[in-house]
């Protein structure tokens, strides 16, 4: 698995430069492909010959959002294990529960402070290496990280 490539699927422009560049403060040797919606994020993957650490899904986008990426991410062999991330500035528990029963590791609150991003980005990738599915149990207490614990 590439842990050092991310993709992220997210249509706000502002949002995914914020994104990359909290990303990029953490570690350079990360490497973050964007998209404006899930469609790009299943081309990428395609055109890459390894898969990502991460992929993280914007909820709502234009031609795909980010559910139906996730469905079809999980449906296909070759990216079912690659852990996903849902991000959106919604906290609603309706879209957390659905995020964790189409197999999402993670539901991210957007924060609106880039220290706060930053912080949690670092958690995350540092946990790469490892393991994300594992690494996040140590992460639920976190008030923008919603992780889904297997039962």
């Not at 055109?47 to 650490?53: M, R």
């Not at 197999?103 to 949690?120: E, I, M, R, S, T």
């Not at 994300?132 to 923008?144: F, I, T």
């Amino acid at each position: 698995m590439g842990e050092n490539m991310i993709l992220l699927a997210d249509d706000d422009k502002d949002d995914a430069e914020m994104f990359c560049e909290a990303l990029a403060e953490i570690d350079e040797s990360i490497v973050c492909h964007c998209s404006e919606n899930g469609s790009g994020v299943l081309k990428l993957l395609k055109a890459q010959d390894k898969v990502p650490g991460v992929v993280f899904l914007d909820l709502n986008m234009p031609i795909m959002n980010g559910w139906e990426c996730l469905k079809q991410l999980k449906a296909e062999e070759h990216y079912k294990d690659i852990p996903v991330i849902m991000i959106s500035t919604s906290s609603y528990k309706n879209d957390m529960d659905a995020a964790a029963n189409l197999g999402a590791v993670c539901y991210f609150v957007k924060p609106n402070n880039f220290n706060d991003l930053k912080q949690v980005l670092g958690l995350i990738t540092s946990n790469l290496k490892n393991g994300l599915k594992e690494g996040l149990s140590s992460l639920e207490k976190n008030k923008y990280l919603h992780v889904f614990l297997p039962e």
